[in-house]
């Protein structure tokens, strides 16, 4: 049996230990409500990345119309892989601006747990699935789907904080 810290509680650690700033900023990148990451932020240090996580998705079911807005529009639209075919391409295309055109956001959804080979599928298929919810059913799903994808994008924040360097030294940060 390994007592070797696993990259996930290294890099909690280095993430409890960076300044307030540093840790918004990286918390912004994994969800883009700046309600949401300086709640996170302030609550430090977490004793574990389940805790962290938990928070993510408190934090997550308090935020305000505003806040998901603003989350949403730190998002990009998922696209595909520039190799695959060009119908592909346009077919999600014009799934995405339809989809904005109804509900005046980018289409989000976590594709954790499936292979690359499915996205466009699962893509396409959850727009159409989608266009159909009346905009409160929708903003409810939306939200839904960015706290999965920031519980994904926490994980791997934790993984590449514990293998590399601090990714935002202090010389090289400017605060906001």
């Keep these: 049996m390994s007592t070797r810290p696993s990259a996930h509680s290294s890099g909690l650690g280095r993430f409890n230990a960076w300044s307030r700033d540093q840790a918004e900023?990286?918390?912004?990148?994994c969800c883009g409500s700046t309600r949401w990451a300086?709640?996170?932020a302030a609550h430090r240090p977490y004793p574990d990345v389940d805790t962290l996580i938990a928070a993510s998705d408190e934090a997550g079911y308090d935020l305000a119309p505003a806040d998901l807005s603003e989350a949403l529009t730190a998002e990009s639209a998922p696209c595909l892989h520039h190799d695959a075919p060009r119908a592909?391409?346009?077919a999600l295309r014009a799934a995405h601006a339809a989809y904005e055109s109804r509900f005046g956001h980018v289409f989000v959804i976590c594709l954790d747990g499936l292979r690359p080979?499915?996205?466009?599928?699962?893509?396409?298929?959850?727009?159409?699935?989608r266009l159909a919810h009346d905009p409160d059913?929708?903003?409810a799903l939306t939200a839904e789907e960015m706290r999965r994808l920031a519980r994904g994008r926490i994980i791997e924040l934790m993984t590449e904080a514990?293998?590399?360097p601090d990714p935002f030294p202090q010389?090289?940060?400017a605060p906001r």
């Design 162 to 164: 514990g293998r590399a």
């Design 117 to 129: 080979s499915q996205h466009v599928d699962q893509v396409l298929a959850a727009i159409r699935t």
């Design 25 to 29: 900023a990286a918390l912004l990148e």
């Design 171 to 173: 010389a090289a940060y």
């Design 88 to 90: 592909a391409h346009l």
């Design 38 to 40: 300086q709640r996170l």
């Design 137 to 139: 059913e929708e903003r």
